[in-house]
T-cell receptor, first 112, second 116 residues
């Protein structure tokens, strides 16, 4: 079983729409959770960390359910510039401190 | 924010040659750097973890004699793809962890390797 599972999409939504991405992780000992954004042929860039209490950054809301080992990202009022691949990332502190596990990514296209 | 550079950004080489990729942390010290590989429409796959002054730790299935990693200083790690073959063509990305902020990793811009 993969460490991090994501629905690859693609999601195609109009500007202004609300879209939600989901992710599950397999290691219950995982300690840190992130959403990264990756544009085509570019490196991943940190979008936001995910905290147990849930957190919001502008139009982006991330939630974590440790009991279900489930992470979500909600994007409100989608913009054309939100088009990218969104990577669910988990940091499991095992033998290699700081090792990140990446999901396959969910592709989002926002159309005008 | 912290900056990580990679060089070269793109390289095309012939089969059988070796290619060296550099990863530098520009404004922080990185005791640990990670090397990833990403094939088209796939996720990033960790190849190895590089610790300054010690041998790299390779992930299962990654040949250490083919992918040579050197982390000689707190700001530089290199990945050398030896005797490259077309199947090694991929996007190679490094990340560096700031020794002062261990939960954060900063990614380099990646190196696109094409082996002909």
């Amino acid at each position: 079983r993969k460490e991090v599972e994501q629905d690859p999409g693609p999601f195609n939504v109009p500007e202004g729409a609300t879209v939600a991405f989901n992710c599950t992780y397999s290691n219950s000992a995982s300690q840190s959770f992130f959403w990264y954004r990756q544009d085509c042929r570019k490196e991943p860039k940190l979008l936001m960390s995910v905290y147990s209490s849930g957190n919001e950054d502008g139009r982006f809301t991330a939630q974590l359910n440790r009991a279900s080992q489930y992470i979500s990202l909600l994007i409100r009022d989608s913009k054309l510039s939100d088009s990218a691949t969104y990577l669910c990332v988990v940091n499991s502190r095992g033998s290699t401190l700081g090792r990140l596990y990446f999901g396959r990514g969910t592709q989002l296209t926002v159309w005008p | 924010g912290a900056v990580v550079s990679q060089h070269p950004s793109r390289v095309i080489c012939k089969s059988g040659t070796s290619v060296k990729i550099e990863c530098r942390s520009l404004d922080f010290q990185a005791t640990t750097m990670f090397w990833y590989r990403q094939f088209p429409k796939q996720s990033l796959m960790l190849m190895a973890t590089s610790n300054e002054g010690s041998k790299a730790t390779y992930e299962q299935g990654v040949e250490k004699d083919k992918f040579l990693i050197n982390h000689a200083s707190l700001t530089l790690s290199t990945l050398t793809v030896t005797s490259a073959h077309p199947e090694d063509s991929s996007f190679y990305i490094c990340s560096a962890r700031d020794r002062a902020r261990v939960d954060e990793q900063y990614f380099g811009p990646g190196t696109r390797l094409t082996v002909t």
